[in-house]
Nanobody
Framework: QVQMVESGGGLVQPGGSLRLSCTAP????????TTWFRQAPGKEREFVAT???????YYADSVKGRFTISRDNAKNTVYLQMNGLKLEDSAIYYC????????????????WGWGQGTQVTVSS
């Protein structure tokens, strides 16, 4: 399986913004969706957002209205624009790919090719 490559994490103050990037080295034509999950210390990995082929997007309630997932097919890259960051957004962010049905798109078991993750730290 080809692993995705995440980048763009860093340290930001509460209320700040970051844009994460997720690149598929060999493209994602074989899969219908790309997703972002995150994992904070001592917590389980949780769903953040998914974008399906086309423009269908799905968000966790905790990030809806603050985060935006988008894609640039020419660059084989999916972005996660994060605005209004909160302390509780601190985590390692991972991206993956898959062909989830609607009822499973918030489950990490529906995806594969997870990258190494990128650290996001929100702190004053």
């Amino acid at each position: 399986q080809v692993q995705m490559v995440e980048s763009g994490g860093g340290l930001v103050q509460p209320g700040g913004s970051l844009r994460l990037s997720c690149t598929a080295p060999e493209g994602t034509s074989s899969t219908s969706a790309t997703t972002w999950f995150r994992q904070a210390p001592g917590k389980e990995r949780e769903f953040v957002a998914t974008i399906r082929r086309g423009t269908n997007t799905y968000y966790a309630d905790s990030v809806k209205g603050r985060f935006t997932i988008s894609r640039d097919n020419a660059k084989n890259t999916v972005y996660l624009q994060m605005n209004g960051l909160k302390l509780e957004d601190s985590a390692i962010y991972y991206c993956g790919r898959g062909n989830p049905i609607t009822s499973s798109l918030r489950s990490q078991d529906a995806y594969w090719g997870w990258g190494q993750g990128t650290q996001v730290t929100v702190s004053s």
